[in-house]
């Protein structure tokens, strides 16, 4: 019979063994996983199933009160590749994700974050800029934030891009990172000191391949949303982590604020418009349930407040540039309706619901030739469960059709389902789409610990919009 010591020590052992054996098998899982018949990291699928609307959505559809859409004849081809190279034993990081919008270049590289959610405050997190070059139908890792901001005992990481990815006037990139909540910046658990005050403008040169800091946000603030005034060069973002949020704009060529409003002059402050006469639109403070539309224009400074107002919604989740004809159009946060807004008569006016009985929707894209509005409902990782739809909308017929249904097609090809997007951007002849998606693998691919909830495993995929559906 086996004596104490004995029996202490087999289990010593047996724990040792188990997690040797634990650590050895996530090690050994590859993440992301291989996607089935890639090329160089991307995959190809060109299918009719495409356009086979799910049983649900069709249900849905019936039912009264509900958006009608039309199906295109003609299927996309859809190049699509995961985001490689995420470290060691990526595959039991927090939540692989991507929060913000993505960027397009004059030379139509195409350029996209992500991060892993991960120990932001213990400082082990992770976050990377990815490239897209379409000429080469190629995904590349080009910045890890970890190798930029290299991490330190007590010192906050970055663990992903909400805001924007931009290219400058100067052919360089810029983006800014943050934490898994911006708004918690200013809490003492984030150490933040004087060389890493809070957020900060990075600048990644294409020519060298290295990323430098470009300036910083005032300290212990951070920002999901920024857009680049590309005219004026001026890069404008929302502070969050102080008594409320205000708009921060800095001038591009010389690294210097020029701008910044008082805490709690914006109200919901996940979108903001930009006017071809670098007026910004912006939601302002509730009044009940009620959001108005506020402008600033940086020549005088001054907030004003418009005589439109959204009904019972916190205001714009996302908008498009504004047209020729000084249309923004955009799409409202939770009650998720279409939007036009008319920056000369200073009038409103919603176009219905944008998908069904309506669907949160982070951002949204105009065609070149300023007739049609792209969007995926279903952002925040609910895409999948109708199919993850690509929406055509026509401007002018008010129209909206479907382009595809994701999801399916590519879980029984690729085994992956894309879950919901918060960043996409047409090619400059508006024949590619470009979205960054947030997704999971299919169940036989899938962890035990990651749940089907539409995150977990991040793509990037270029959807080829036949000429006829367009």
Not at 129 to 147: A, F
Not at 172 to 178: E, K, N, R, V
Not at 224 to 253: F, P
Request: proline share 7%; net charge neutral; glycine share 10%.
């Amino acid at each position: 019979m086996p004596t104490t010591f004995a029996r202490s020590l087999w289990l010593v052992v047996f724990l040792i063994s188990g997690v040797w054996q634990t650590n050895f098998a996530q090690e050994a899982t590859p993440w992301p996983p291989p996607l089935k018949g890639a090329t160089k990291g991307t995959a190809v699928v060109e299918d009719k199933s495409f356009l086979d609307v799910p049983e649900k959505v069709a249900e849905l559809a019936a039912q009264a009160g509900s958006a009608k859409f039309v199906m295109a004849k003609t299927p996309p081809r859809v190049e699509i590749a995961l985001h490689e190279q995420l470290g060691t034993e990526a595959a039991t990081r927090r939540l692989w994700s991507s929060w913000g919008d993505i960027g397009i270049a004059k030379d139509g590289n195409v350029y996209v974050a992500i991060g892993d959610h991960g120990n932001d405050v213990g400082g082990d997190a992770r976050c990377f800029i990815y490239r897209w070059d379409p000429k080469v139908s190629q995904l590349t890792q080009i910045v890890d934030m970890n190798q930029v901001i290299p991490p330190k005992m007590g010192q906050p990481a970055w663990s992903k891009v909400h805001a924007k990815v931009d290219e400058g006037p100067d052919g360089m990139i810029y983006f800014s990172c943050t934490l898994n909540d911006g708004n918690r910046a200013k809490l003492p658990t984030h150490g933040f000191h004087d060389g890493l005050p809070g957020g900060q403008v990075y600048r990644w040169d294409p020519k060298t391949g290295k990323t430098s800091v470009f300036a910083s946000l005032p300290p212990r603030r951070c920002t999901a949303t920024s857009i680049l005034d590309q005219e004026r060069n001026l890069w404008w973002c929302n502070l969050e982590s102080g008594e409320g949020n205000a708009l921060w704009c800095l001038d591009m060529k010389t690294g210097k604020p020029v701008y910044q409003g008082e805490d709690k002059s914006v109200g919901f402050n996940r979108n903001f418009a930009l006017g071809n006469d670098g007026t910004i639109y912006f939601n302002g403070e509730l009044n009940g349930e009620d959001a108005p539309i506020m402008r600033l224009n940086l020549a005088d400074k001054v907030i004003h407040k418009t005589n439109s107002v959204f009904k019972g919604s916190p205001g714009m989740r996302c908008t498009t540039r504004e047209t020729k004809d000084h249309q923004i159009y955009g799409i409202t946060y939770k009650n998720t309706q279409l939007f036009r807004y008319d920056t000369r008569k200073d009038e409103l006016e919603m176009l219905g619901s944008d998908w069904l009985a309506g669907s949160y929707v982070a951002v949204c894209e105009l065609s070149p030739d300023e007739k049609y509005m792209y969007y995926l409902p279903g952002a925040h990782g609910k895409a999948w469960l109708d199919g993850t739809p690509v929406i055509q909308y026509e401007i002018a017929t008010r129209t909206q059709k479907v382009i595809a249904f994701l999801a399916p097609t590519l879980n029984k090809e690729l085994e992956y389902v894309p879950g919901g997007t918060y960043g996409i951007k047409l090619s400059p002849d508006g024949s590619v789409l470009y979205v960054n998606f947030n997704g999971h693998p299919a169940d036989r691919l899938r962890p035990a610990k990651m749940k089907p909830i539409g995150f977990g495993l991040t793509s990037f995929a270029a959807i080829h919009i036949p000429a006829s559906e367009r």
